[in-house]
């Protein structure tokens, strides 16, 4: 995520992408476990609909290795509309899977768009009994946006997934980047099971603030896989909002974008993939 920063009233600005179709917003996924560990994460992505009217979809998940059963997707069908996404939650099951890599894909059919079908790819990364990639922390950055002088902006979790067999521990640290406390976590210590997620709730509070850009970072501590995961905050504090007209165009200029601040979602530091 990109946050863009105008210069004295740092208001935020997005990017408008028109289309004139059917839009998915993630072109594929990998989701690692661990051989009779826990399940994944879900994981999820947005249909947009740029066709002006109502459209219908559906979703037919595949599977090129390992059986068909560890893949799916929800809802099968639905309806979008132009001012609406429609969320898609994308499932696996590693359950009597070896290790290896498998490989599936969902497609997306929606006639009435010009560019339908489309389609997601996944992949399922399952490692042996006895390798501990480390607990899972998504999303590893979370964006702020309040106005000066109103309420706070809601609070916003980032999970911990433990993929082995064993339950794991945890403890959370805070840091304000030389800057105000201006943010709480809950819970900062715990455990997680094997298929038990757990959530750990940011609650931003933005009283007294003078407008602007304020850097924060949760550092989550796993003393028993020896290991630690970053997940990166940003605040913006600005004098308003910007307005955006029913197609999503903003049409407030209160400001002249001057720098761009990278948010990484689903990338922590140090990570690692595999490629081939």
């Known amino acids: ?54 459209l219908s979809f559906t979703l037919q998940s595949s599977t090129i290795s390992g059986g068909s059963g560890w893949l799916s997707a929800n809802p099968i069908s639905g309806i979008i509309d132009p001012a609406q996404p429609a969320l898609v939650t994308v499932s696996v099951d590693p359950a009597g899977l070896g290790p290896g890599d498998y490989y599936g894909q969902i497609r997306i059919d929606a006639p009435p768009a010009p560019n339908s079908p489309r389609f997601v790819s996944v992949v399922l990364n399952v490692v042996g009994v006895n390798v501990n990639p480390g607990p899972v922390v998504e999303p590893t950055g979370l964006v702020f946006v309040g106005v000066a002088g109103s309420a706070s902006p809601g609070a916003q979790t980032t999970r911990i997934t433990n993929l082995t067999s064993r339950p794991t521990s945890f403890t959370v640290t805070t840091n304000f980047v030389g800057g105000p406390a201006w943010f709480t976590v809950a819970p900062t210590a715990g455990n997680v099971a094997p298929g038990t997620p757990v959530d750990i709730r940011v609650v931003p509070n933005i009283a007294g603030l003078a407008i602007g850009v304020y850097r924060g970072v949760v550092l989550l501590n796993f003393p028993q896989d020896s290991t630690s995961r970053v997940v990166d905050l940003l605040l913006v504090v600005t004098s308003q909002l910007p307005t955006a007209d029913k197609d999503g165009r903003f049409t407030s200029h209160t400001c002249t974008p001057s720098r761009l601040i990278p948010v990484f979602t689903l990338l922590g530091g140090n990570f690692n993939a595999s490629v081939a």
Do not use: D, I
């Open 1 to 54: 995520m990109v946050v863009e920063v105008g210069g004295v009233t740092s208001n935020t600005a997005s990017l408008f992408v028109a289309v004139n179709g059917l839009v998915a917003t993630q072109n594929g996924f990998t989701f690692q476990a661990v051989q009779g560990g826990g399940r994944p994460s879900p994981k999820s992505f947005q249909l947009l609909n740029g066709t002006g009217g109502p």
